[in-house]
Structure formats: structure tokens, C-alpha cells
């Protein structure tokens, strides 16, 4: 097994980071323009990317402090994976604890996946500081997989 | 042990990506501005970001294939680790394969330094796609860590 994990730091206090993870007002803003259905915990909503997508059934939505879902369909490599985002109140700004876990091996799929949600992170952090994030459809793709 | 992997995508032929990887000219436009040594098989290329470094022993420079560092001086938990950039041509690009191989343990620096690779990474993408690099003194850290 294999994992994922970047920490951000975002400008912010947690209430605002949290409501662009736990909201689909949110996720639209950073990850993707096209999100079907409203978080909540054991909804499932749908993240597409053009024709491919996630559908990420929602595990948990601590206010302030954690969104956790579980891939149910996707790519094959990442269904039965979870996602976490941790939040904690830093220094001036809202630490973000990323993990992806339990990729079967670390790939080139997993290499472009890290490089992606790191893209992605940072979109988190450019829209919740200033509203300018970079969602799907981004402007540059990191390499032609997308 | 621990690695921290990427993929991305240069949409310009590998010879132009190994120059950004393989000389101070190249390197100070998508990584730092502050680098000392012109890299060469053995010699020691020193890479400052404010009152942070790194000393990168260059252990390997196949043209247009492969480049390979150790860190000799840095951080604690750098030093003895190995960083490659392997490339190849691809679908109308240059795939670059990263890897920072040999962290102890996969903690919160590990995480922070994974994100800020990818954001040097896509550094690299628009420095040799458009002449247009993010290299240290960035304008936005990822956090208060820098």
C-alpha cells in the first residue's frame, strides 16, 4: 500500500476552509465546475473531470475539522481509497492535512495523481484567500493525461 | 523509508527540459534564484531559499535523460536522500518522472516538501513552456513553513 499526503497552509480561519471542502458551493470553486449532489455524510457525490470522473461517498464532515470520503467508483486504481483533508488552526492560518491512501503501488498513475492533488490543493488555497481558484477545466493540464 | 513521486508532462522535446535541470541558467528560472555551482558529475550545487538550503551532490547527468542528486547539506531529514528526474518522450511531450527517495519517515515536512515539488514542478512546465517560471522568492508560499 502507498499514500499520498501534502500539508497547506491557507490564509484563513478553519470555518472558511472547511465549508469550500464540505459544501458544493465549495468544491465547484477549487476542484471541479462540475459536482452532482450536496455533501452530507453517506451521500454520494459526483466529481467529473470531462469524461472522467469520482464518485466519493462522503465518511465524514467534522465542522472545522475533518472531510473524509471513500472513492466507490473511478479510475480502478483508486476505488476503495480514501481521502482526508485534517484542518487545525496554525500560525496565522488554517493547516491542511491531505492524505490519499491505500493505493495498491506507487505508480506513475499514483506520480500524476500526487503532482494533480497538489494542483488542486493549491487551487483550495487561491480560492479561499483571495476567490481565484483553478478548478477543472483547468487552464494548463500538468501533463495530456489530463 | 519513504518516497515522494511525481509525473508531469513538458510539452517541449527532453533536450530543452534537461537544460532546465542541468545548468544554473536553467535552474535558477524555475527553482530558486539562488544558486551557486554549475552542475557537474560530482560537484556540489548549492541551493538557497532565504535562510534555507540545500547542498545537492550532482551524482548523475545522462543528456537528455537523467538527472540525479544527493543532499549532502540541508535539513536533517534531507540529508542522505536522493532526488532523480528521469525523462522521456512521450504523447507530444516530455514526461518527467520525479523522485525524492529515502525520507525516514513519511511526517508533516515530508508532506509540506511533496506539495512544494509539485508547485516547483509546474514551475518547470511553464518556465520551459512559456518562459514564465514561479522559482524561489515565490509569490505565495504554501504556508508559513515557506
Not at 494533480?116 to 483547468?138: C, H, I, M, N, Q
Request: charged share 25%; glycine share 10%.
Amino acid at each position: 500500500m502507498a499514500d499520498i499526503i501534502h500539508r497547506i497552509g491557507v490564509q484563513a480561519p478553519p470555518a472558511r476552509v472547511f465549508r469550500a471542502l464540505a459544501t458544493r458551493s465549495g468544491l465547484i470553486n477549487w476542484l471541479t465546475w462540475h459536482v452532482t449532489g450536496e455533501p452530507a455524510p453517506g451521500t454520494i457525490v459526483r466529481l467529473r473531470f470531462g469524461d472522467d470522473g469520482r464518485d466519493m461517498k462522503v465518511l465524514e464532515l467534522s465542522q472545522d475539522r475533518r472531510v473524509r470520503w471513500q472513492c466507490v467508483a473511478g479510475p480502478r486504481e483508486w476505488v476503495g481509497t480514501e481521502i482526508s483533508f485534517e484542518l487545525a488552526p496554525g500560525n496565522g492560518e488554517t493547516i491542511v492535512r491531505f492524505a490519499h491512501t491505500g493505493w495498491a503501488e506507487p505508480g506513475d498513475f499514483m506520480a500524476h495523481c500526487n503532482c494533480k492533488w497538489a494542483y488542486f490543493l493549491l487551487s483550495l488555497k487561491t480560492w479561499v484567500e483571495d476567490g481565484r481558484g483553478t478548478p477543472y477545466p483547468e487552464d494548463r493540464k500538468i501533463s495530456s493525461w489530463g
